[in-house]
């Protein structure tokens, strides 16, 4: 009679011990899952405003090149002496205005692509809206790669998600169970899985922070 108090003794520890190990990994999966849900959002800030940037680099060659077409047009008339003697110099001031603003457009959209942090200050010409100061734009390929470094946690918070579902099954599994090696297998691969998916978890937030 003692024997089978005993078993049952040691039955009902398992159980209790398997259903803290569960609520354990429930809580690691709550945290993946956070993760997940406020990076995701992130991702596709960086996705909004990578996609922003490129827009704004292609508005700028597109500027860039109409003024380019006139310069070319402006030296063709001269070349072919088109141009009246008394109107060369309205001409040449508007050569002049037209190259300065080709090479502003090529320091912006150098700007635009890089970032304000990847040029030389020197060569810094945008201005932020609101405080009207320099030096603050996040270029293009900056959030290009930012949102491919989210997009990569993403993944493992994916994966993490995964693992840790698969290992609260087993252990549901593992807690209806009455035989006590069957019990013990599948409580043995929640453990594995569970450790697997607090692994990609961690990792996870490394990827994002980093």
């Known amino acids: 009679m003692s024997s089978e108090n005993e ?13 803290v190990v569960i609520a354990v990994f429930a809580a690691v999966l709550a945290i993946n899952d956070l993760g997940a849900g ?5 991702e596709m800030i960086a996705h909004n405003n990578q996609t922003k940037m490129y827009n704004w680099y292609q508005a700028k060659s597109i500027k860039e090149t ?9 030296s063709t008339l ?4 088109s141009i009246k003697e008394e109107h060369k ?14 090479k502003r457009y090529d320091l912006e959209k150098d700007e635009i692509l890089k970032g304000s942090a990847n040029i030389d200050k020197d060569k810094w010409t945008l201005k932020d809206e ?15 790669e930012e949102a491919d470094k989210l997009g990569a946690a993403g993944d493992l918070f994916d994966l993490s998600s995964l693992f840790l579902q ?3 099954v087993f252990g549901a599994i593992s807690l209806v169970l009455q035989e006590a090696s069957t019990r013990k297998i599948f409580f043995w691969l929640m ?11 961690v990792h996870a937030y490394m990827q994002a922070m980093a």
Do not use: P
């Open 166 to 168: 698969i290992c609260i």
């Open 38 to 42: 406020r990076y995701g959002d992130d």
């Open 130 to 144: 609101k405080t009207g100061e320099k030096g603050t734009t996040i270029g293009a390929k900056q959030w290009e």
């Open 78 to 81: 001269e070349k072919t002496n």
């Open 89 to 102: 110099n309205v001409v040449d001031s508007f050569k002049t205005e037209k190259a300065k603003q080709i």
């Open 191 to 201: 453990i594995a899985m569970g450790i697997a998916g607090t692994y990609f978890t």
């Open 66 to 74: 109409l003024y380019e077409g006139q310069l070319d047009l402006l």
């Open 7 to 19: 078993v049952e003794s040691k039955s009902k520890n398992l159980e209790l011990f398997i259903g």
